[in-house]
T-cell receptor
Framework: GQQLNQSPQSMFIQEGEDVSMNCTSS?????WLWYKQDPGEGPVLLIA?????ELTSNGRLTAQFGITRKDSFLNISASIPSDVGIYFC????????????FGQGTTLQVKP | DTAVSQTPKYLVTQMGNDKSIKCEQN?????MYWYKQDSKKFLKIMFS???????INETVPNRFSPKSPDKAHLNLHINSLELGDSAVYFC?????????????FGPGTRLTVT
C-alpha cells in the first residue's frame, strides 16, 4: 500500500538553528499537509499545499510541494523551545473521501 | 471556544468492558473522523462521517461502532475491549467542500485497557 516516509526520524538541535525535514512517497499526491503534535495534544494543521512547486509560509515555517509531486519539505527557521514536538506529513488517498495517510513523524527537540 | 472536543481525556478500563468516547465540533464542519494513534505515534484513520452518513470504514473490528447523531457529533463505542485497543483515539473534522483534507483534531482520548 501507499506509504509516506519522513526523514529524519528525530532531530536534536540548538535553539536558533534552522531545521529541515522531508516526506517522500512512492506515488503522486495532489495535496500535501504538515501537522505538528505537541505532547499530550492532537495534531495541529500547520500548512496545506495544493500545487506542485508551491512554496507556502506560516510564520517561521515554510513548506514546499515537490515538483515530482512525490515529496514535500518543511523548514523551520530560527528554532525556539516551543517548536518541540512531532511533525507529521500527510497526503490524501484516492477517492475524495477525506482519507489521509500520515508519515511516521519527525520528532524535534530543541535545546535552549 | 474549543473547536473539536472529546470526552473523556483519559479512560482506564478492564478487558471485556464496553466504553464510549464522545466528540463534538463547533466549526460548522460537515465531515468528522476517528483516528487511532498507536504507541509508536502512527496515526491511522478508522471511520469518517459526512452529514451523519458513514463514508470511510477501514478494516476495524466490528467491536468498534461509530455513531453520528448530527453533523456536529461523532461518538465511538467499543465493545468487549481488548488489550490491543489501548491507544490514543483522536476525533477530527473538516469541511467537505474545498477543504476536505484540512482536518482539525481534538485533544485525544488515551484509552488504557488492563
Amino acid at each position: 500500500g501507499q506509504q509516506l516516509n519522513q526523514s529524519p526520524q528525530s532531530m536534536f538541535i540548538q535553539e536558533g538553528e534552522d531545521v529541515s525535514m522531508n516526506c517522500t512517497s512512492s506515488s503522486i499526491f495532489n495535496t500535501w499537509l504538515w501537522y505538528k503534535q505537541d505532547p499530550g495534544e492532537g495534531p495541529v494543521l500547520l500548512i496545506a499545499l495544493y500545487k506542485a512547486g508551491e512554496l507556502t509560509s506560516n510564520g517561521r515555517l515554510t513548506a514546499q510541494f515537490g515538483i515530482t509531486r512525490k515529496d514535500s519539505f518543511l523548514n523551520i527557521s530560527a528554532s525556539i523551545p516551543s517548536d518541540v514536538g512531532i511533525y507529521f506529513c500527510a497526503g490524501p488517498l484516492s477517492g475524495n473521501t477525506g482519507k489521509l495517510i500520515f508519515g511516521q513523524g519527525t520528532t524535534l527537540q530543541v535545546k535552549p | 471556544d474549543t473547536a473539536v472536543s472529546q470526552t473523556p481525556k483519559y479512560l482506564v478500563t478492564q478487558m471485556g468492558n464496553d466504553k464510549s468516547i464522545k466528540c463534538e465540533q463547533n466549526l460548522g464542519h460537515d465531515t468528522m473522523y476517528w483516528y487511532k494513534q498507536d504507541s509508536k505515534k502512527f496515526l491511522k484513520i478508522m471511520f469518517s462521517y459526512n452529514n451523519k452518513e458513514l463514508i470511510i470504514n477501514e478494516t476495524v473490528p466490528n467491536r468498534f461502532s461509530p455513531k453520528s447523531p448530527d453533523k456536529a457529533h461523532l461518538n465511538l463505542h467499543i465493545n468487549s475491549l481488548e488489550l490491543g485497543d489501548s491507544a490514543v483515539y483522536f476525533c477530527a473534522s473538516s469541511q467537505a467542500v474545498r477543504r476536505l483534507y484540512e482536518q482539525y483534531f481534538g485533544p485525544g482520548t488515551r484509552l488504557t485497557v488492563t
